[in-house]
């Protein structure tokens, strides 16, 4: 008889200690998936800048074109924006961040005429889980997603 009461103890030991487990494990994993998406976006920003630094002036001049635009630099702008949406300078099937596109991508020259090129992206990030954590009742939803923002600023060379 006691041996089937230490049973019933430990069942409802469980159902209390259940939730507060998973919770933990999947907050270490959404911890985990933000990291991973932030360190690719922060090596996208600077694979493409070290290669709009190198390849933005063709023309060897000492002030660079204000816009700066595609004519001027070979497709520089369109291969830089492609090697931060699919790793490469060619245009891919699905960018490597899910749900970052061109429009979230910003190249300037900051301050005009020191030929310093600023990539700024900002990508929303969204939990695998769920962007919404619900409050049962007790008030409203807490949203989780909020925006990345990574700059990177090379001289032209």
């Not at 979230?104 to 030929?115: H, K, T």
């Amino acid at each position: 008889m006691n041996f089937s009461l230490q049973k019933g103890v430990a069942a409802v030991e469980m159902t209390i200690l259940l939730p507060f487990m998973l919770l933990l494990v999947f907050a270490t994993g959404e911890l985990g998936h933000f990291l991973f998406q932030y360190n690719t976006l922060t090596k996208l920003v600077r694979d493409a800048g070290l290669y709009l630094g190198a390849h933005a002036d063709t023309r060897q001049t000492s002030i660079l074109p204000d816009p700066l635009e595609d004519d001027d630099c070979n497709d520089c702008i369109t291969k830089t924006t492609n090697l931060l949406l699919y790793g490469k300078t060619t245009a891919g099937t699905s960018p490597i961040l899910k749900g970052l596109s061109a429009a979230d991508i910003n190249i300037d020259e900051y301050p005009a005429g020191s030929r310093r090129l600023v990539i700024s992206v900002s990508y929303n990030w969204r939990p695998i889980l769920g962007e919404k954590l619900t409050t049962f009742g007790l008030g409203n939803e807490v949203d989780l997603s909020f925006n990345l923002n990574a700059h990177y600023a090379v001289t032209v060379l």
